[in-house]
Structures are given as C-alpha cells and as structure tokens.
C-alpha cells in the first residue's frame, strides 16, 4: 500500500518536479549513485506515464449516469417508492441515483427541476404533484434532450419520454365491480374523494361511475373532496351521514381516507355496519394491508408505485434500447381472503431484494478489491526495476543510517535521564510546596479558635472604667492585630479553596458609585491618621454592575490597603470610576503616590507570594493575587501602572451585563452574598449588661455540643447569667442530652470528634422528639458552600468563627422570640399553622395530627392524655415537652381550651340548653362546665348566652 499511496502521490503534482524530488534524495547524505543520472530520470519517467495512463483508464470506467428523482407523495406512498427505486439501482452500479421532495408544493418542485438541470443529470425521473403547473418545466427538461419518465401523473403535453402509472380509471371501475360482488341487493355509496387538481382523483371517480351504471342496485348519495390534507373528512362526511342515514358503503380514493373515515363512523355508535373500501394497498405499520387484516378496512385496491418499472426504464433509454411510450401497472383486490398472502408475497420480495443488493455491495467491494490488488501489481511491476537500481544505494544508506541511530540512541538516552531528573526534582518541589502550602492553610483554620477567644474577650475589656487609658489602648491595639490576622488567615483560606476548587460567586445588580463610596467611607480616619488626601470620583451617571459583593470588596480592600502602607504621610490617593469608550466595560483606577514599582517587580507583581525588594514593607504575597484570580472569575482584568519613587495605578476592568455569568452565578432574593466581610468583621464595641443575675429556674434550656474546652467556658462565661446551660463535648453525647432534656435551643459546632455537627443536626431534625428544636451552627467555614451545607443540614442559624458575642445573642434571642411568638398565637386560641418556609415538616405534620386528634376526640368526657400518646407513637414526658415548646402550654390547657371555644360557639347559636353543651363538649357535669366557663369568660354560660 505504500508504493500504492506513492502512486497516486506522484499523479496529484506536476511528474517533473517530483521526478527531480526523488533524485535529489538519491543523492541524501553525500551519498554518489552508480547509475548515469539519464538512465534513471528515463525508469522514472516510463513508471509515471504508466501511472497516468492507468489513472485515465480508471477514471473512465469509474463514470457513472445521473439520474434525477422529484416526487411530490404522501410519505408512506413516497418511502414504498424510493425502497423500490434504492434496490433497482443495485442492479446498476454504473448508475446513480438523487432524490428531491417537494412536499405536495408544485413550485418547490419546479425549482428541485430547475436544479438537476443545473447539475447535468442523464436522466430524470418525476412524480408530479400536480398536472398543469409542471408541464413547461418538463417539456423544457425533454427539449434539452434529457430523457424524462413520468410516474403516476401525465402532463398536459406529450414532451416527455415514457410514463408508467397504474390506471386509475380501470382501478374505479375494478372497485365498483368489487362492492357490486358484495351487495348484490343493493347499497347506497358515500365517496371520498381527494382534490380534483390531481388527475387520479378524476379518473378513479369517472371509472368507478360509469362502471356503476351496470349496477341499478347500487347509487352514490354523497360525494366528498377533500383538498387540504387529504386525511380529514370529519365534518363533511357527518353531514353527509346524518343526511343520508341509509347510506351502508364507504368508497375512499386513498386507505388514509378510508381509515379517518372509519374512526369518524367508529366514534359514532349510531352509524353502524359500514363496508370500507380504500386505494393503495401498501404495506407496513398502519398501511392498507394491515388494515385489511386489522378489520378496519373490507377491501384495499393495490396501486403499484412503479419505481422499479421507472428505474428500469430510465436505465434502458441510457443504454440505448427502446421503452413503451406508456406502461400501465394492474392492480388487484386485497381483501381478507387474500391479504395476509399478498403481504407474505411482498414481504418476501423484499427479503430477496435486501439479499441480492447484499450480494451486489459485496460483489462491488469484491471488485474495488480486486481494481486495487491489480494497481498494486502494475506498482510493484514498476517498483522491481527501481528495487534493482537502488539495491545497492539502499544498503549503502542503511549502513550509515544505522550508524546514525546508534549515536542518536546514546543521547536520546541520556536525555531521558536528564529528563527524568528534572521531572523529579519537579515533583519533589511541588510536593514541599504543596505541603507548606498546607501546613500553613491547616494552621491558618486552627487559628480561627484562638481568635474567637482573644476577640471575644478582648470586646468586654475596654469598657471597663478601672482599667487606665495606656492598658485600654494596649487591649485595642490586641483587638486591631487580632482582627489583621483573622484577615490574613482568611486571605490564604480563600486563596487555596480559588486554588483547589474554585470559590462559587454570587453576582447580583449592584451600584457600582455607591458601593465604592460604602468601603472608602471605612477609610476615612485611616487617612485622616496619616494625612492622606483620600479623593474620589464618582462616574457622571450610574454604573449598575453585576458582581459578587463579598469578592469584589476583598479586591478593593487589598489594592486600597496596599495603596495606604506604600502612600506616605501628607500623600494623595485618588478612585476613579468611569466607563471605556466600547461602553461595554467600564473600570475602577487607584492611584497612589507611593514608592512605585520597577519592571522587574510589576512582572510578578500577581504571583502567589512574591515580596518586593523594600524589606520594611513585607506582607504575605497573597492579596494581589488572590485579587487577579477573583477578578479572572468574573471575566475581569487588573492592569497595572508604575514608576519607581511616583506611584502607582491599578485599574480593575468589569464587563457589563450579565451574560457571561452562568445562571448558577446569579445570586437569587434570598441570597446573602453583598454582605462585606473583608475588612468589616466585628463590631467596634459590645454593651455589657450590670444588672444581677436572676434565678435561672425559669430561663430557656440551651444545650451546648463543643469539643473545645476554652471556646465551652467562654460560652458559659457569656450565657449563664440569661440561661440555664448544659455542655456536651461531642456529637454522640449532645444527641443523647438533647434526647433526654428537650432543650430550647441548641449551640453546636461542625467540627467535632465521634459525629459531626452536621450530621447531629440533621438526625435531630428528623427527629419526632427534638424537630421543634432551634439549632444554632458554630464553624470555621467562612465559604459560602459551607453555609449552604449547614442549612441544608436543618439548621436554624450559622454563624461563622470567630464570632462576636453581641451578634450571638441576639440570634439566640431572635430564635427562641419566633418560638415565642408562635405559642402566645397558640394560647390566644388561635388553630396552629407552620409557616411553610420556615416550618420543620416533621413538626408540622406532628401539629396537623395533634389538631386532628383533638377535633375528633375533644368531646369525649374519657379523653386522657394516653390516647394521645399512643396515636402520636411518643411517651407521656416527649409528648409533654414538644406540645409545651410548640403551643406554650400542657395538653390539659390546650384540650380545655379547645372546648371552651366549642361552648362558645353553641352558646351564641342558642339552639341548645347549657347541659347539653357542657355533655357534647366533653364535660361530666354543667356545674364543673360552668366554673371552668366563667373562670376565663369571667361570667356564666347562660349570661353569657343571653348576650
């Protein structure tokens, strides 16, 4: 095959020049042939003439005849046509063959026409839609002396060159004589017919007539025509029945015809007893022989296609020999009798046929074999004589060759040695990065609890009036550098996670001028400390960008912060915002009047921990890339400007819009994501309470689940005085506490040994006893894929560490006043109701079942609370305690509740006397139903009745 693709190489460009190709790698490598330089050039120039005349022979055999198809067919008539059409062509390989459809439209057809004349097809075949709109066309086709044959339709003129088409005459007036068979007492008709544009429907309807004239017995009372879709009759052929009740023969010039109307007789049970007859009898899934053997049809008339008659005859008049002018196809009656052998017939045929263009294909792939094997002889042929004439050169080569390989084998290997050397040492660096990188994440997290303490503590001290003003600015200054390193912990958190798994962002519309103006505000006594001049200026109009606000302000807060360390006192640092002249971006320019940068540093200025050359002003290396990677994940861009000694400029670039976003990108209603966490982390102070502590026997129950000791006391410290506390140190020992006291609320941390906080949330809520629960998170995990997986757990609140006290408390308070809230509605009377968005199921299907019951059952004067324990499937204390922290009372109050209202209800109907309200509302005497009444009402039921 490879002197084969030599070949054929040779005869795509100009002989000459590949001749004087090869002769030139005859001479590679210093290398002098034997043979007079003529004598080759000659063998060669024998060799290609043979290639090219071969090459002609070939081409030449390998013409094929074009032969045109456009048919304009019902699809299931048009597909029996083309499977036809497609295996009489594998009888000619010479031949090929393309179809156009025109989809009943007679102008798409002339134009289909219009193009196998641009294409110079040989022949062409049509089935014309229609009879007069296509006659010029093909009259002008068989002017230009292109053989046409026309199938199932003629053409208003006698241009064309052989037609071949059943008779659609003779096929009326073999389905009258048919129908005539069946009903020799008589019949009344109903035709179908289709447009009368189309010449089969004039001749099958014209046959059938004058063939009926032969039969006095049988009449046609109504005819149909139907000229949009050729399928529905529906409403003609209703009027035509209620008109013509005695009407008993169904007579459809097409089975699709016959079948609508079928179902319409079907779907009306009145008309009964209807003889179907329908044209065409083809075969396949819900074509006329299957519903003749289906019994939807009685009787189909087979109407042959003619595509292989039409083949056969096109490839006749190519190859010279003479065809009919005209050639009618016979049909026959399918009826019951005869059905399921016809389809047998047919279906064998079609076996035969996929066998035998089986055979042809293989026969054509035996023979394009058989072309190849002989090319490949006529090169090999030619390759012999070159063999011998390069033998000698070829072993010459070789030698050298080979002499070559072993020396380039040599240092190949050495190399790979190199190579793998290199790989090492790059594995082996990435791998002491990757685990300093590590080291310092996982010691960075471990921070945030040391930090919660330091901060939490430190809040408190400063309001203390006994401590001096040098030890109060000591605690701030710890308050200030406890809150920079948080900030620094957080910077290389964010980086690994943009490093590792990307960081999920959250843009929504945000008004880029104020939202600027919002964190210079935060400037404003750093730069009054420092003298600088800290100047902005706001666009003309408003700027509405799409962001995450929690990335974008960790981007400014970094550039701006650089900005102050390198700016020195009595300096200027002026923002500008303003929009490109694409007006497709717009951007954010920081300029200072720093120290400035030289080239060499602004080439790594956003590599990850990279340090410039001024020793005073050393930081992490992490802001500004982790800034460049946040802005890459909005399709944004930070450029950077600077001179040495003047200053510099970085300008944060923004795509407007929002369709580079994806839609998972978008922050919904609900979400929390243009809150600024960056430099704005804790509140500046925290009022402390003096007041004495009250005795705790009435106070909220919290459970408190954390494994760390110090961050537990410091808890306890801050809520003991305001609640009554109990403490587990991990996951399994806080559910079974929680099981076992019913608490009102729950403090838990995520991270925890034996079970995690997760995981105890989540059992917990799906907990009958402990789902009324709130669950309050406490965890390290600042991302914004750590809060969604904690409310997905079931928690109620998450709050992230460190954490401030007064923000605690007041999401503790705020938890347990919603639980509050709910039982004051409940003991006001009001029908418990969950709202759905912040309801646990569990507890509302625990409350419908607990209203059920007691509407059910409050009448009862034996109602003991046992019942209700065993229906709910809880013990008498977990009963107890979840109806206590849902409603706000015991089960007692609530049933006496409930009846009380009952009473007064039928008090104010009237229709009843004061004991026979006090027996159907479950009471054992009218005397205990009257003091429990005035007891709440603050009057009797009759004074009360009587208004």
Not at 30 to 52: C, D, N, Q, S, W
Not at 442 to 460: R, Y
Not at 516 to 540: E, R
Not at 763 to 782: C, Q, V, Y
């Amino acid at each position: 095959m490879n002197y084969l693709n030599l070949g054929k190489g040779f005869l795509q460009e100009s002989p000459e020049v590949n001749l004087n190709v090869l002769l030139q790698y005859l001479y590679l490598g210093r290398m002098k042939f034997a043979y007079p330089y003529f004598f080759v050039k000659t063998i060669l120039l024998i060799g290609i003439g043979l290639l090219l005349w071969s090459s002609c022979q070939k081409e030449k055999r390998n013409k094929k005849f074009k032969i045109g198809f456009s048919q304009c067919c019902i699809a299931s008539w048009r597909t029996v046509m083309e499977n036809e059409m497609h295996r009489a062509m594998a009888f000619y390989p010479e031949a090929e063959l393309e179809v156009k459809v025109a989809d009943d439209n007679s102008e798409r057809q002339i134009q289909q026409i219009e193009a196998f004349l641009s294409e110079d097809i040989d022949a062409l075949i049509v089935a014309p839609y229609e009879t007069k709109p296509l006659t010029q066309i093909i009259e002008k086709v068989y002017q230009q002396g292109i053989p046409v044959v026309l199938i199932d339709r003629e053409t208003e003129s006698e241009n064309y060159t052989a037609y071949i088409g059943a008779d659609n005459y003779e096929i009326g007036k073999t389905a009258c004589q048919y129908i005539a068979n069946q009903f020799k007492e008589g019949g009344k008709i109903i035709e179908i017919q289709m447009s009368k544009s189309i010449s089969p429907t004039l001749d099958r309807s014209n046959g059938f007539r004058d063939a009926l004239k032969d039969y006095p017995h049988l009449e046609i009372v109504a005819a149909i025509e139907e000229s949009i879709t050729m399928e529905k009759v529906d409403a003609p052929l209703l009027e035509a029945l209620e008109k013509h009740p005695e009407a008993n023969i169904i007579y459809a010039h097409n089975d699709k015809l016959a079948r609508n109307a079928y179902q319409v007789i079907r779907d009306h049970p009145q008309f009964k007893d209807f003889f179907f007859v329908g044209v065409d009898g083809l075969i396949g899934k819900n074509e006329g022989i299957e519903m003749v053997e289906n019994g939807i049809l009685d009787a189909s008339l087979l109407y042959p296609t003619g595509g292989n008659e039409a083949i056969i005859s096109a490839m006749s008049i190519l190859n010279g020999f003479p065809v009919e002018k005209r050639k009618a196809l016979q049909t026959t009656v399918i009826d019951e009798y005869n059905a399921q052998i016809i389809k047998h017939q047919l279906e064998k045929v079609q076996n035969l046929q996929n066998d035998i263009s089986q055979q042809i294909k293989l026969k054509e792939e035996l023979k394009s074999t058989n072309k190849n094997q002989q090319f490949l002889i006529f090169i090999l042929i030619g390759s012999l004589t070159l063999t011998l004439l390069l033998g000698g050169f070829l072993w010459r080569a070789l030698y050298t060759k080979q002499k070559m390989n072993r020396n380039l084998r040599h240092k190949n290997q050495e190399i790979s040695r190199q190579k793998e050397q290199l790989e090492e040492m790059s594995v082996a660096v990435k791998e002491a990065n990757q685990a300093k990188v590590d080291f310092f994440t996982n010691v960075s997290h471990e921070f945030k609890t040391p930090l919660t303490l330091i901060l939490g503590f430190a809040e408190d001290l400063p309001l203390s009036t006994k401590l001096s003003k040098d030890t109060q600015q000591g605690i701030l200054m710890i308050k200030q550098n406890a809150k920079r390193l948080l900030r620094l912990v957080k910077q290389l958190m964010d980086f690994r996670k943009l490093e590792r798994t990307g960081m999920k962002l959250k843009a929504r519309e945000t008004d880029l001028g104020t939202f600027v103006l919002d964190i210079l505000q935060s400037y404003q006594l750093a730069a009054k400390k420092k003298g600088i001049d800290l100047v902005f200026n706001p666009p003309p109009q408003k700027i509405k960008v799409w962001f995450d606000a929690n990335m974008m302000d960790k981007v400014i807060f970094n550039i701006l912060s650089n900005a102050f360390k390198f700016t020195k006192e009595k300096g200027k640092i002026t923002v500008f915002i303003g929009l490109d002249d694409s007006e497709d971006q717009c951007y954010i320019k920081i300029e200072d009047e720093g120290i400035g940068m030289d080239e060499q540093t602004l080439q790594h200025i956003f590599d990850p921990f990279f340090q410039g050359e001024e020793k005073e002003y050393e930081g992490t290396g992490l802001g500004l890339p982790l800034s460049k990677k946040l802005m890459e994940l909005h399709h944004g861009n930070i450029l950077v400007e600077s001179q040495k000694g003047k200053g510099s400029r970085f300008t944060i670039i923004f795509p407007l819009g929002k369709a580079h976003f994806r839609e998972d990108q978008l922050a919904d209603d609900f979400s929390e994501t243009s809150k600024r966490t960056s430099h704005d982390l804790l509140p500046s102070a925290i009022v402390l309470e003096t007041a004495e502590n009250p005795s705790t026997e009435n106070l909220p129950f919290i459970l408190i689940i954390e494994d760390n000791p110090d961050i537990q006391f410091f808890l306890q410290q801050k809520f003991q005085s305001d609640y009554q506390l109990i403490t587990a140190t991990d996951g399994k020992q806080g559910k079974e506490m929680a099981y076992e006291h019913i608490p009102d609320l729950i403090i838990c941390d995520v991270k925890m040994p034996k079970e995690d906080g997760l995981s105890v949330t989540k059992e917990l809520k799906n907990d009958l006893r402990t789902s009324h629960i709130p669950i309050l998170l406490l965890t390290a995990g600042s991302t914004l894929d750590h809060q969604i997986e904690g409310t997905k757990s079931g928690a109620d609140a998450y709050i992230t560490k460190p954490f401030n006290v007064q923000f605690l408390r007041e999401k503790i308070k705020n938890l347990l006043l919603n639980r509050q809230i709910l039982r004051a509605s409940f003991a006001q009377g009001s029908r418990p109701k969950l709202k759905k968005k912040k309801a646990n199921p569990i507890d509302a299907v625990f409350l419908q079942q607990f209203i059920d019951y007691m509407d059910e059952n409050f009448h009862r004067q034996n109602l003991q609370v046992a019942d209700l324990c065993k229906e709910l499937h809880l013990s008498r204390s977990q009963l107890y305690r979840k109806t206590k922290a849902l409603l706000g009372q015991s089960i007692g109050d609530y049933i006496q509740s409930v009846r009380l209202q009952k009473a007064e209800e039928l008090l104010k109907e009237g229709k009843l006397s004061i004991a026979e309200i006090a027996y159907q509302v479950g009471y054992t005497s009218p005397e205990y139903f009257s003091t429990v009444f005035k007891k709440k009402y603050e009057v009797i039921p009759s004074k009360y009745a009587e208004g």
